[in-house]
């Protein structure tokens, strides 16, 4: 395991941007949260600012400051919630995220900076992804996660990978930034220490007597002397929903019909999550008879509901039905990470590999996967062990040498011989002088043998040999299309 | 509604917006042809139709060096339930790029159509050859509507005998051997009768 490298994303307006995600409003308006006694002011826009406010103050005395002031309670469940779509679909970045902290994310980005050309390009698609679905981001990197979220907390934007310059930077952060309570804050500020820096140059069993071991553990994660394990988040991780049929239903198309409901359902839920399925399972139910699981098996993960319904129609048409349908399931137990669209350099490159792979998922539904193939050279000389079958795209090439036939006959075919001259068809005219080749010896397969290009019936050309090793029996081998 | 839509679907139907888009042929790669095919080349988004008798006479060669151009810029080519292996080495020779090239060989014969028409719509797929033999001419007509939609190429052979048939193809080409060439017979394409022309193959031959 290589060094970590830790990525906090702090969201300064969040309880703001709940409400009004990136339009910034020109009226005041405060978001105000309850809690003990009267409610107070957690964040202000900036009209709101202006007219004087700020957060901390009490929502009576802002109301007394401003006329037709916007005042919002705090949603912490919808922040939660915005928090875990913020978090899924920051898993194209990576797959270790914790949401540990409030306003923010903590990602561990080690593993995937070459993906995305380092550490700056990486924090540069974050901001950019983020803002443009409208949050404001402040972004900091540390070898631990404590130490990047207080320098982003502390408003700073600093992307440091070294230790000892993290360090550096921590010791000049006011001691507000920890997560202590405000009165050892305030003791500490009265013994005239301000920054971490200060608290760090105490003897160290002294503060933990006077202000608790909780400081020091707080300090020393931060510096990466103590361990700091955080929860991950998870994305949802399946679908299920049913639907109830009226009446009994036969007809594939009211199957299918039925079916698009349930695929824009998952289709929403995979949106908001960014992810995309590569299997799901759809039930028929009926009556007295066992159920019908349907696999809907793609070739990428997708959330497209037209795809999957192409390969359900494809599915329906090769299953024979007990009996009429009562209701069915779709579930879909393995949802993944899927890239957004907006990130992709080539678009229309990116369309196009969709379309083909709906293309191919298609037919290997309907036909098999033996059905489908590329063919490649293979670098043998003799004729039948120079091609093979590959998967689709995967194809080799070699330089192609002397000319060869567009039509290769597998296996070939034996002809007869008039006098010494092959027949097939008619007489065959040998139009070129006889081609040797001669090779294998060495694995069992060997051949030895003379090809000719003959011309027969009508003009056709046909690549025909004589096998040296079997009574110089003719053979036809290829087809010069 | 419907019927006007079926109806719509008939290839013989030609309408205003279809003659403004209308895309540019391939270039064949053999001059004489170009000059008698209408749009300069191997007509895009509809279906060409080549018969012969016998095979090896060049019937494959003839679309070599447009397959070639349309692999070369990243065209998908799908080639549906050919008769024989498709030879790797050849293809190269005539320059066409295996790794875009797809062959699907359905175990069943009806099977053949479809799987051709999944690949003229999909629009990746800008070149695909299909062997019909004994193909009637309303299935076939799905295809020239499934090219239409996807703009590709779509290029069938079938046996000489199913001239007397008719066909959907925009383009119906009969082939036959002549001298060291192909002697090229267009039975039907949009525009004017033209008298046969004669291609010289081995310029073209693998080097």
Redesign the interface.
């Known amino acids: 395991m290589g060094t970590k490298l830790w990525l906090s994303v702090y969201f300064p307006d969040w309880p703001l941007e709940m409400f009004f995600q990136g339009t910034a409003g020109i009226r005041p308006l405060v978001v105000a949260q309850a809690g003990g006694g009267a409610a107070r002011i957690v964040a202000c826009n900036k009209a709101a600012r202006r007219s004087g406010l700020h957060p901390g103050m009490t929502v009576s005395a802002a109301q007394a400051q401003v006329d037709c002031l916007d005042v919002r309670v705090r949603d912490a469940e919808k922040e939660q919630r915005s928090a875990a779509n913020i978090a899924a679909w920051a898993m194209q970045f990576t797959p270790v995220i914790s949401l540990a902290v409030p306003q923010g994310l903590l990602l561990e980005v080690s593993g995937s900076l070459f993906l995305f050309g380092g550490l700056e390009g990486m924090a540069a698609c974050i901001r950019k992804g983020l803002e443009d679905i409208g949050y404001r981001v402040l972004l900091a990197s540390a070898p631990t996660p404590w130490a990047a979220w207080l320098i982003a907390r502390a408003g700073k934007e600093r992307l440091l990978t070294d230790a000892r310059e993290v360090e550096a930077h921590l010791r000049r952060l006011p001691l507000g930034i920890l997560d202590q309570p405000a009165a050892t804050v305030d003791a500490l500020d009265a013994m005239g220490i301000r920054t971490l820096g200060d608290c760090l140059g105490l003897p160290r069993d002294g503060v933990a007597r006077r202000f608790g071991q909780e400081l020091l553990d707080e300090l020393d994660r931060a510096l990466g002397r103590l361990p700091d394990p955080r929860a991950l988040f998870e994305p949802p991780v399946h679908f299920e929903d049913a639907l109830e049929f009226p009446a009994e239903v036969w007809q594939a198309d009211a199957l299918l019909f039925a079916a698009r409901r349930l695929f824009v359902l998952l289709e929403g839920l995979l949106k908001k999550h960014q992810c995309g399925v590569q299997h799901c399972t759809l039930t028929l139910c009926h009556e007295h008879h066992a159920t019908t699981p349907l696999t809907i098996g793609l070739a990428s993960p997708t959330r497209d509901v037209q795809r999957m319904l192409g390969v359900l129609r494809e599915r329906l048409g090769q299953t024979e039905l007990p009996a009429p349908v009562q209701s069915m399931q779709l579930a879909a137990r393995s949802i993944v990470p899927l890239e957004p669209r907006n990130l992709s350099l080539f678009p229309d490159a990116e369309q196009a590999a969709e379309s083909w792979q709906i293309f191919l998922e298609r037919l290997t539904t309907r036909l098999g996967s033996e059905a489908i193939q590329g063919i490649g050279c293979c670098a043998d000389h003799r004729p039948e062990r120079a091609w093979r079958t590959v998967a689709p795209g995967a194809a080799r090439e070699l330089p192609g040498g002397a000319s060869r036939p567009l039509w290769l006959l597998d296996p070939p075919q034996r002809i007869a011989s008039k006098e010494g001259r092959p027949y097939w068809q008619g007489p065959l005219v040998l139009r070129s002088g006889s081609e040797c080749i001669e090779s294998g010896w060495w694995d069992g397969a060997g051949i030895a043998r003379d090809y000719f290009v003959a011309e027969g019936r009508a003009g056709c050309r046909l690549w025909v040999y004589q096998d040296r090793r079997n009574a110089r029996a003719w053979y036809l081998h290829g087809i010069f299309s | 509604m419907g019927n006007v839509g079926a109806l719509l679907q008939n290839p013989a139907i030609w309408r205003g917006d279809q003659c403004a888009r209308q895309l540019p042929g391939i270039s064949s790669g053999f001059p004489e042809l170009d000059a008698i095919l209408p749009g300069g080349g191997w007509p895009q988004g509809a279906l060409t139709e080549i018969l012969f ?9 003839l679309v ?1 060096p447009a397959l070639a151009r349309l692999s070369t810029a990243g065209h ?1 080519l799908a080639w549906i339930a ?13 320059h066409i ?11 069943e014969d009806r ?1 053949r159509l ?2 051709a028409e ?2 003229l719509r ?4 800008k070149g695909v050859l299909v062997w019909a033999d004994g193909e009637d001419g309303q299935r076939l007509r799905r295809l020239q509507v499934a090219a239409g939609e996807g703009g590709g190429w779509g290029i069938l052979y079938r046996p000489l005998r199913a001239a007397a048939m008719p066909s959907p193809a925009v383009l119906r080409l009969s082939v ?3 001298g060291g060439g192909l002697r090229v017979h267009v039975l039907k394409r949009r525009g004017s009768a033209v008298a046969p022309i004669h291609l010289d193959l081995s310029l073209r ?2 080097s």
């Open positions: 008798e016998q095979e090896g006479i060049g019937e494959l060669q070599m998908g050919p008769p024989h292996v498709p030879y790797a080495p050849a293809l190269t020779a005539f790029r295996l790794s875009r090239l797809l062959v699907v060989r359905p175990k099977e479809w799987a999944q690949a999909c629009g990746v797929c036959e051997r002549a031959v693998a």
